[in-house]
């Protein structure tokens, strides 16, 4: 996986792009049908496509919500300085890194594959 405050911020930003307006748990994302992204929950799990996605806005701020298979969920902001993901919900930090077109971000045992796109600039 490769690092870097370049690539973090152009994905933070792509993520923020696709952000919708409304409160979590209020919007569709979490809804049947929603947007799925690969989760591993837990020691030891391999990436399966049962996360749900939802995008949200709080007080200006915005939020990306992934929903667990079993009704947990965990929350991220969106860093205004293009730095990635924070976790919203907890003591817990967000580790992030590029994975080709993914944004890999781990919060204690669980982790998360955000797809973003490249734009056309060869920016991501």
């Given amino acids: 996986m490769r690092r870097g405050p370049v690539l973090f911020a152009a994905a933070a930003l792509a993520l923020l ?7 979590p748990g209020a ?9 799925k992204i690969a989760c591993a929950l837990g020691v030891g799990a391999r ?7 939802e995008r949200a806005d709080r007080g200006g701020e915005k939020l990306l919500v992934v929903h667990h298979p079993d009704g947990g969920f965990r929350s991220f902001t969106v860093l205004a ?7 919203a919900d907890g003591a817990e930090s967000a580790r992030q890194a590029i994975a080709g077109d993914l944004l890999e971000v781990a919060v204690g045992e669980d982790r998360y594959r955000f797809p973003f796109k490249v734009k ?4 991501r």
């Fill in 17 to 23: 792009a696709a952000c919708s307006r409304g409160e």
């Fill in 27 to 35: 919007g569709s994302g979490a809804a049947e049908g929603a947007e």
């Fill in 47 to 53: 990436f399966e496509a049962v996360c749900a996605l």
């Fill in 81 to 87: 300085n293009g730095a990635g993901l924070a976790a």
């Fill in 120 to 123: 056309s600039d060869g920016a």
